[in-house]
C-alpha cells in the first residue's frame, strides 16, 4: 500500500504542495496556509514564492 505523504493545497488557484502531517486541515481538506484555508478572506495570497493565489 502507498501513502500519500504530500499533495496540492486544497485552495484552487494555489498551486502549493503541502506536507499532509503539516497541512492546515479546514473542513476535512488540506491546506498550505491559513489564508487559504479561510478562503482568503482578507484577500491575501498565501505568501510562498511563485504562487500567485
Not at 486544497?10 to 479561510?38: L, Y
Request: glycine fraction near 12%; aromatic fraction near 2%; proline fraction near 2%.
Amino acid at each position: 500500500m502507498v501513502e500519500i505523504t504530500q499533495q496540492k493545497c486544497a485552495c484552487e488557484p494555489c498551486v502549493c504542495i503541502v506536507n499532509v502531517e503539516d497541512a492546515i486541515v479546514h473542513d476535512g481538506r488540506n491546506f498550505c496556509s491559513d489564508n487559504c484555508a479561510n478562503g482568503h478572506a482578507d484577500a491575501a495570497g498565501c505568501g510562498h514564492a511563485g504562487c500567485g493565489c
